[in-house]
């Protein structure tokens, strides 16, 4: 035992004893041993020593199968429109062009990382997806960081899950900073775990680094401070007196309340996204700075932190007096340091009170975050005033986007992708955050019981015990004393009063478990709410259900694992049969029944184009009711946990085939297709063949690099980073005559080689002449949305209400001006004129006697019955399983002009380019 000298009321162990696990599931709460695993290879060399067990062989085969999908074939897709930005300007970094933070870049680690990598292995397409490939590889052993808190079974099925997550496969072979800060943030989440479980210097600045890093990536770093800081402060309240949830809760309401009601006479100014010049910047930052809505906001946050100092003060204060009434403190023991004693470790009130007492730690741990920032901002130290607005300015740009609404989708979008793409995850996670509550409020409510079996001499004697104070040699002596007794104790968390706090908090066992459960609804609820939706976003959605899932899945496999090793698989059922045996019948027969219904829906309307009759959708129905008859018979034989755990691995197998499948086809198949909802717009496989021929045909030209190229301004991204050696390049956003002179282009002769969309033609060609050959391509194509945008047909509904009605209510936009008066009557023409304006409609509905929520989740709830029927469900199935799509997808088609001086060198040499192959 090690005596914390700072804390004289309470006394830790520094270490568990080795054979002592953590077991997370929802099943328990609580530390027990369990034997070390079976032994498969011991091998000894010098002084280490490897032991291979059936653990660390699964582990095996994920990290090779990761490195397999991620690496393979990186190049096979041509750069998206946004992986062309991220790859040209790390490039221009890379070769001494500097790095400029600009606040439509988020974050600067992804340019510093892929120019790293290019000045390891070269530039080229390949090498600008290493570093998402490598993180992708590293997500996949990130779930061992918190195997404390998911257990063995649980950290090993997260892993398996990320490994073959169509989400996190198709995002490691992609450029961008989503997979950056799915690691950084499950990183943190480790690190805080673990500085919870045990504080100390390094997981502590190990903490700190993690964040710094994820401000330097994405800001949706804002958010998951906000949202992770959030949870912690609300639990640390409640371990200190859960009163205090009560005062702050009821403030933050009050509050925001004032706030929305001052928004809406006080709109607060638009940001200058558009043109951020220097002085538009500056009368920005003086409107704000004058506005009356930031002022309240100061002052109700003034307000607010007086109320938590005094409210915190007095827990503070009623806990020294309650430990100097017990005698274990003077009266002049710090009221501040009583606050957190004595709270055992393992508890974030106990994780508080070590960094309250060591500050130079914090210090070097905020020092640190710092640093790192201040690296990755100024370009190590190349352009100091980089980092001085680089975050804010980010922050602002990008809260002006929200309004933009940048793809304009629905607000159930996430509904789509989420489920199209991690049903798995999604299906077992919502499973596992809806026990995880049930298991809560029961810990919280029920007083818990232990029974223990313990010698009987560690029982004391009890008071007045005749029998046990009878003098020896009387009929006491006769009645023998049990050698072993059984011992009730109560094992339920102490101190749930509201009071303010005067008894012991111990560590919560579903701390870990709510932590996932508040991310995975944060997230959602912050990104359907968001105005910029995108299907990058969903990895985000998908990283704490997968999370979730491995909990439930440690419960699951868990409980199977004690089941077949433990004494209730011997015994004889019916028969010779081991009850073992029906375990194994149970699960191969669910898994026949979900064959059979798998097969059934791949032959429902296996025609698109030709329907068949309804009624033979009624075979959808077999499956479900051979599962329910196979459950209750399971349940029968061997007990309804374990019957539900051979249906969780039956449905936890069949899901996992159908998300390799879906991952296969999302990363490799339709890759550069956009028939995946996920791809939303892609550059065509032309472009790459197209730049393919143009570099073979330079190498024989004399001038070969510095051959004159020139190109649409429209198709700079990828064209930039594709054409990057060619150093005598042109980017024209005009190719009248008129705009060409002045940029000091009089011949378009000069240019053996033009690039320029198809809209272009009738300014370019009439200057080209006869002189040049035309080819036309595919630039880029994307996925026709049209269907599921008018899913909810909301906006239809609300401009039917609303038309011919006298308006109740003033109505603004997003900058402040009235879109619609109170007392104006509503027309059909006016409304449809304001239905692409983010709110307006909804607010007029909601302000004419309409609920713009209700309404939405009928419609969706309409929707979602009407397209489980008919042909609608035989349409959604298979593209569900084959990605067959109704509607058409959109291209953008672009021509290549060859001057006739070199077109035979481009027929001749141009062919020695293999085709892509024809995936329409």
């Known amino acids: 035992m090690a005596i914390d000298e700072q804390n004289p009321l309470y006394t830790q162990t520094d270490e568990l004893p080795p054979d002592t696990v953590i077991e997370s599931g929802l099943d328990s709460g609580y530390s027990h041993s369990r034997p070390p695993s079976k032994r498969f290879y011991v091998h000894r060399f010098g002084g280490f020593t490897f032991k291979l067990n059936l653990e660390v062989l699964l582990y095996l085969i994920i990290i090779i199968f990761a490195l ?32 400029e933070q600009e606040p439509w870049k988020h ?9 790293a990598t290019f000045w390891l292995f070269g530039d080229s397409v390949t090498t600008a997806r290493f570093p998402s490939a490598a993180l992708g590889v590293i997500m996949v052993l990130l779930p061992l960081l918190i195997r404390r808190e998911l257990g063995r079974w649980g950290a090993l099925s997260a892993s398996f899950l990320l490994a073959i ?52 990536t994405k800001v949706i770093s804002f958010f998951y401070v906000a949202l992770f800081g959030g949870f912690l402060f609300a639990w640390l309240c409640w ?26 006479f006080y709109p607060l100014p638009p940001i200058p996204s558009d043109n951020p010049n220097p002085d538009a910047l500056k009368t920005y930052v003086y409107q704000v700075l004058s506005h009356p809505l930031v002022w309240a906001a100061l002052i109700l946050g003034i307000i607010g932190l007086v109320l938590i100092y005094y409210a915190f003060k007095e827990v503070a204060v009623n806990r020294r007096n309650y430990f100097t009434r017990m005698g274990l403190v003077n009266s002049t023991y710090r009221a501040s340091t009583a606050l957190f004693m004595p709270y055992e470790p393992g508890t974030v009130a106990y994780a508080v009170g070590w960094l309250g007492r060591r500050w130079k730690v914090v210090g070097v741990g905020f020092a640190l975050a710092f640093g790192i920032y201040s690296a990755f901002y100024t370009g190590f130290f190349s352009s100091p005033a980089q980092g001085e607005v680089g975050l804010l300015s980010t922050l602002f740009y990008w809260m002006a986007q929200q309004g933009v609404e940048r793809g ?20 077992f996670g919502s499973i596992s955050g809806i026990l995880i509550l049930w298991q809560t409020i029961r810990f919280g409510t029920r007083r818990k019981i232990r029974r223990e079996i313990i010698p009987s001499s560690d029982i004391p004697d009890v008071e007045n015990d005749d029998e046990l104070d009878a003098p020896v040699g009387t009929m006491a002596e006769t009645v023998s004393r049990p050698r072993w007794q059984v011992r009730e104790t109560s094992t339920s968390i102490k101190g749930n009063s509201l009071l303010p706090g005067e008894r012991q908090r111990l560590p919560h066992p579903y701390f870990a478990p709510l932590f996932l459960l508040t991310w995975a609804i944060g ?43 433990g004494a209730e698989s011997r015994e004889l059922i019916i028969y010779k049969f081991r009850s073992v045996h029906f375990f194994w019948i149970l699960t191969g027969l669910l898994l026949f029944v979900g064959v059979l219904g798998y097969t059934i829906t791949m032959n429902v309307n296996v025609n698109s184009a030709i329907s068949q009759p309804r009624s033979s959708q009624a075979l959808l129905w077999i499956p479900l009711i051979l599962s329910i008859f196979l459950l209750i018979s399971g349940s029968i034989l061997l007990g309804s946990r374990i019957a539900f755990y051979a249906v969780g691995l039956v449905a936890f197998g069949l899901m996992s085939y159908f998300t390799l499948h879906t991952a296969f086809a999302y990363a490799y198949v339709y890759a550069d297709v956009p028939q995946e909802i996920g791809i939303y717009t892609q550059t065509s496989p032309d472009v790459v063949r197209v730049v393919k021929e143009i570099n073979t045909v330079a190498n024989v030209l004399p001038q070969r690099y510095r051959t004159p190229i020139m190109y649409d301004n429209d198709a700079r991204t990828p064209l930039d980073f594709y054409l990057r050696d060619f150093t005598n390049r042109n980017v024209v956003k005009d190719f009248s005559a008129q705009a060409l002179s002045p940029n000091g282009i009089d011949k378009l002769s000069t240019y053996p080689i033009i ?31 049209e269907t599921y945008r008018n899913f909810v047909p909301i906006a239809d509904k609300e401009i039917e209400f609303l038309t011919g009605k006298t308006n109740q209510t003033t109505v603004r936009d997003n900058v402040g001006q009235v879109a619609v008066a109170k007392g104006e009557v509503m027309n059909a023409d006016k409304l449809q004129s304001l239905r692409t ?77 293999e085709r892509p192959l024809d995936r329409s």
Not at 71 to 81: E, N, V
Not at 175 to 196: H, K, M, Q, T
């Open 408 to 427: 304009a989708q629905p607000w159930y979008y996430y509904m789509l992708t989420l489920p199209l793409y991690e049903p798995l995850a999604l299906m």
């Open 165 to 216: 997550s169509p989400l996190f496969l198709y995002y490691s072979r992609f450029i961008r900073e989503d997979i950056f800060v799915a690691v950084i943030s499950l990183l943190l989440v480790g690190f805080i775990f673990r500085f919870i479980d045990k504080p100390g210097r390094s997981h502590f600045y190990l903490l700190m680094a993690s964040l710094a890093l994820l401000f330097c």
């Open 239 to 264: 371990q200190l007196a859960p009163r205090l949830l009560v005062i702050i809760g009821i403030y933050l309401l009050v509050a925001l309340a004032g706030f929305s009601f001052l928004a809406g």
């Open 755 to 785: 690039i320029a969309f198809t809209d272009k033609r009738t300014l370019l060609e009439p200057q080209l002449g006869d002189r040049y050959e035309r080819y036309t391509y595919s630039f880029r194509a994307w996925f026709g949305e």
């Open 523 to 565: 997230n959602f609820i912050f990104l359907s709410w968001a105005g910029e939706k995108m299907p990058w976003l969903t990895i985000h959605l998908a990283l704490p259900f997968i999370l979730l899932t491995a909990y439930l899945c440690q419960s699951v496999f868990g409980g199977i694992d004690k089941y077949l090793s």
């Open 107 to 115: 974050g600067p680690l992804l340019y510093h990382v892929t120019a």
């Open 68 to 99: 397999f999908t991620r690496f393979a074939d990186l190049d096979s897709r041509a750069l998206h429109h946004d992986e062309g930005v991220h790859a040209y300007y790390s490039y221009q970094y890379y070769i001494g062009g500097g790095y």
């Open 837 to 913: 304006t983010k709110g307006i409609l909804d607010k007029l509905y909601n302000g004419n006697g309409g609920n713009s929520w209700i309404l939405n989740t009928s419609l969706l709830v309409s929707g979602v019955s009407k397209e489980l029927q008919g042909d609608d469900f035989s349409r959604l199935w298979r593209y569900v399983v084959f990605r067959e799509v109704v509607q058409p997808i959109g291209t953008l088609d672009f021509d290549l002009y060859i001057s006739k001086d070199i077109l035979a060198l481009y027929r001749q040499y141009g062919d020695l380019v």
